[in-house]
């Protein structure tokens, strides 16, 4: 596609000549970008192109070669998509005309002197988004002359109450539409951390390429002319744009990994946003970019709704359920020897990321309009293809598991019982151990409005845990995906536990500090809840882990057998060296310890913990006052604080406003406990707040985090 910037200068004319004498051309056009772009609040975007909103006018000024003559009409045309046609409204053709009409495109002349027309075009607020070609058509005496005059960019409007898409409020529109940095929530429920992430939907070519992400997606390559007419609607934009962003099924953005070996790529915890990755898939010719994880999915589809003028929102769901099979359980297993088990295709993440969209859904009726769940990490299959959403947040926290997109597995994702199940391999049974309803779903997050705080969420996607319309919801739901089943008092659909209460009780705590290259000590706590002697066999173990639960290594293991006096509680010591962990740690630092208690007797008693460990600190300081245009000094500082050198160490730095493109800095080796000290230049673009995001990286360590908010003067 030919892209024609909008400058005074820069022109394209076509004349489809149909009569020897009829030599109309336009000498110039005035795009009055500045102007056009501060009315349709798309002034933030770096570049040239005229980005308009639909549902709104903006003027162009047009310089014929000599006046229109009487009996020349002047009319428009505007077209989007490779085969435009009127009757699917990705074509328009009107006159100029004395006052905007409201449902469909038209024109009106604002002024006129000597050659020179000021003409102002409406654009009707159900238009597709996307790039458009703007042409003027001169009929008179018999012959037509058509003046290409140039192309820009219609997107979605939230500043216009008739669009979909319409926000009212001033500070979340500010925030959901026009901030181009943030920060995603990660970790576990005991240890929730924020990573910071560059969105960048301002930058060069960023928004660009977001458009040519709908052009390769299935939908455009099976039939064009549709897909482009559906371009209107937020919710069909941003389904597609969820099943777009993962490379399952397309030549989608971002190629998936949760095995903990990311040759070939990049690990996926050292991106620090979507700019670099959106102009990797360019670069490579779309193909898709290595690796993501469920941030980096939602990072980088948060970029692509806002860049489009749809509002969204990063979220993270602690303890989040992913249910392979619309049950509403997970199911969980471990072996007697105290191992989790990869068994199953049910599993419950650490944390789990996804985004929501703020629009309307007259499909469901005013009271699901709001936000939308959307989420662009590959789960499971929806009518054929690795999409999900957009799913309303009220019908989520209603039980409305029957309405459109993917409510059975959203609503699972934060509302799911957990079943725990012991499987002995030697006798290929497994028995339940026991069932949780109230551990998935919880903490669920997003940044605060005009801060980096943590706004809890969890109330808009389900009444309070325990409350009698909590299981009312849950019941609809159930009762709704499996209308014969009957419910018992567990909610895994009548399974009674005949098992009696357990008579012992068990917790691990952590009694030292959690840090990389450190012992990792904890305590097993085992409590007696009986009035009679216990003697309890405990097998335990510990594992690395990707934050989703996958199994990386066991590290390692211990079995001892305790007597407990009545109503007894004593501590069993865990130590786990660096030795054991370090070559099977991942950049999530994560290790699950599992133990695997019983008494003579008695069912088995399964406590489990996740520990995270903190990195080292990556501090960065700003060296001087930030004024845009003017280089400024960043130091960053690091210590290693292990008892060997580091080696392979880069310093990855980027930040929309501050630096153009990314900063990669080759940092030398570090002996055991030595600090590095490097200084790198950055140069503001924008005044205001802006965010430096680094990445550091070395044998030792695979992702270090740091941000720095710096306020830059004008």
């Avoid at 949760?258 to 959106?278: A, F, Q, T």
């Avoid at 999900?388 to 947040?393: L, W």
């Avoid at 002697?533 to 510990?542: I, P």
């Avoid at 950049?587 to 996740?610: G, H, K, L, P």
Wanted: charged share 20%; with cysteine; proline share 5%.
């Amino acid at each position: 596609m030919a892209i024609i910037h909008c400058s005074k200068n820069n022109l394209s004319t076509v004349l489809e000549d149909a009569g020897k004498s009829q030599d109309l051309k336009t000498q110039n056009i005035d795009w009055k970008t500045t102007s056009n772009r501060q009315a349709h609040h798309t002034d933030k975007f770096y570049g040239q192109n005229l980005i308009l909103r639909r549902g709104q006018s903006f003027d162009v000024s047009l310089t014929l070669n000599r006046p229109l003559r009487s009996e020349e009409k002047l009319k428009f045309i505007v077209s989007t998509g490779p085969s435009p046609s009127e009757p699917a409204r990705t074509k328009a053709v009107f006159s100029l005309s004395n006052g905007a009409s409201g449902g469909s495109w038209s024109a009106q002349l604002t002024s006129q002197q000597h050659n020179t027309l000021v003409v102002s075009i409406f654009s009707p607020v159900n238009a597709p988004i996307g790039w458009y070609t703007l042409s003027a058509l001169v009929s008179g005496q018999g012959s037509d002359v058509t003046l290409k005059l140039g192309m820009f960019i219609l997107l979605f409007n939230p500043w216009l109450q008739a669009d979909g898409v319409f926000m009212s409020n001033h500070a979340e529109r500010e925030e959901y539409v026009q901030e181009d940095a943030g920060i995603i929530f990660v970790g576990s429920t005991n240890r929730i951390g924020m990573v910071g992430w560059n969105f960048g939907q301002f930058e060069g070519d960023i928004l660009s390429i977001c458009l040519s992400i709908l052009d390769n997606s299935l939908n455009f390559r099976r039939d064009s002319p549709t897909d482009v007419a559906r371009r209107s609607d937020p919710k069909y934009v941003s389904r597609v744009l969820s099943a777009m962003i993962n490379s399952n099924d397309d030549s989608g953005v971002v190629a998936g990994n949760w095995s903990g070996n990311y040759v070939g790529g990049l690990d996926p915890r050292n991106w620090n946003g979507s700019v670099e990755i959106l102009k990797e898939w360019k670069k490579s010719g779309f193909r898709p970019v290595r690796y993501g994880q469920c941030w980096v999915f939602a990072g980088t589809l948060n970029t692509a709704l806002r860049a489009l003028g749809i509002p969204s929102r990063v979220i993270t769901n602690f303890n989040s359920a992913h249910d392979t099979d619309r049950n509403l359980s997970v199911d969980v297993y471990y072996d007697p020897k105290g191992n989790p088990l990869d068994k199953g295709s049910d599993s419950v993440w650490n944390f789990h990321v996804w985004n929501e969209a703020w629009f309307v859904r007259p499909d469901l009726g005013p009271s699901y309009s709001g936000w939308q769940v959307l989420d662009a990490t590959p789960q499971e299959r929806s009518q054929g293809v690795f999409q999900c959403g957009p799913a309303s947040v009220v019908a989520v926290r209603e039980g409305d598991v029957n309405l459109d997109f993917d409510m059975p597995f959203v609503f699972a994702e934060v509302n799911a019982d957990r079943i725990t199940w012991i499987y002995d391999a030697s006798l290929n049974t497994h028995k339940q151990n026991s069932s949780d309803s109230h551990s998935v779903g919880r903490y669920i997050s997003t940044k605060a409005i005009g801060s980096y705080s943590r706004m809890d969420v969890t109330e808009k996607y389900k009444y309070p845990e325990g409350s009698n319309q909590e299981r009312q919801v849950f019941e609809k739901a159930l009762g709704k995906l499996k209308p014969n089943s009957s419910f018992g008092p567990t909610s895994a659909g009548g399974l009674e536990n005949e098992e009696r209460e357990p008579s012992i009780a068990g917790k691990f705590k952590v009694t030292g500090i959690l840090a990389v290259g450190k012992e990792v000590n904890m305590a097993l706590m085992l409590k007696n809840l009986t009035r009679d002697m216990k003697t309890v066999t405990v097998n335990m173990t510990a594992w690395t882990i990707v934050y989703n639960g996958t199994l990386v290594h066991e590290v390692w293991k211990d079995s001892v057998t305790i007597s407990l006096d009545p109503e007894e509680e004593i501590q069993h010591p865990v130590k786990i060296t660096y030795a054991q962990y370090e070559k099977h740690l991942k950049a999530d630092n994560m290790i699950r310890t599992t133990a695997v208690c019983q008494a003579f007797d008695e069912s088995e008693v399964v406590v489990e913990r996740d520990v995270i460990l903190d990195n080292p600190t990556l501090t960065l300081e700003l060296l001087d006052q930030a004024q845009v245009r003017k280089p400024v000094n960043v130091q960053m500082l690091f210590s290693n604080p292990l008892d060997e050198p580091v080696k392979n160490c880069v310093l990855m730095v980027e930040g929309s406003g501050l630096l153009l493109g990314s900063l990669r800095i080759d940092v030398p080796a570090l002996r055991p406990k030595e600090r590095s000290r490097v200084r790198f230049e950055i140069l503001p673009t924008r005044s205001g707040t802006k965010q430096l995001l680094a990445d550091f990286s070395c044998n030792k360590f695979p992702a270090i985090k740091a941000m720095l908010s710096i306020d830059v003067a004008e």
